[in-house]
């Protein structure tokens, strides 16, 4: 099993930036794929990135604001969050899928491991 840790949320203006942090403990040996959901309230749990060995997968909704990276180690994964509009309004999944077979999924269902979440609000 993992645990992970998700920081660096909060409140910011439209225009702003915030970066997430993803910390990985236990088995991360089996950390095949780790990516970025968000929620929204009312809505479902949304795709917003992933990364794997020699791969990274961008939502399209992002792509051009959002950069997601992670260490050599591959314990810690991070979110470059840029440009933020209120659309971006949420609470930020970390979330790790240990099935080789699943690298790039963008499904949630897939990811047998998730963080507690951090709220990231963006104000107009």
């Known amino acids: 099993q993992v645990q992970l840790v998700e920081s660096g949320g909060g409140l910011v203006q439209a225009g702003g930036s915030l970066r997430l942090s993803c910390a990985a403990s ?40 959002f950069t997601i990276s992670r260490d050599n180690a591959g314990n810690t994964m991070w979110l470059q969050m840029n440009n933020l509009i209120p659309d971006d309004t949420a609470v930020y999944y970390c979330a790790v899928a ?24 963006v104000s107009s």
């Not at 990516?35 to 939502?59: C, L």
Request: proline content about 2%; cysteine-free; glycine content about 10%.
């Open 26 to 65: 236990g088995r991360v040996s089996n950390m095949w794929t780790m990516a970025w959901f968000r929620q929204a309230p009312g809505k479902e749990r949304e795709f917003v990135a992933s990364i794997w060995s020699g791969g990274i997968n961008t939502a399209n909704s992002v792509k051009d604001r």
């Open 98 to 121: 240990s099935a080789s077979w699943l690298r790039g999924s963008v499904h949630s269902r897939d990811f047998d491991s998730w963080g507690q979440g951090t709220q990231v609000t």
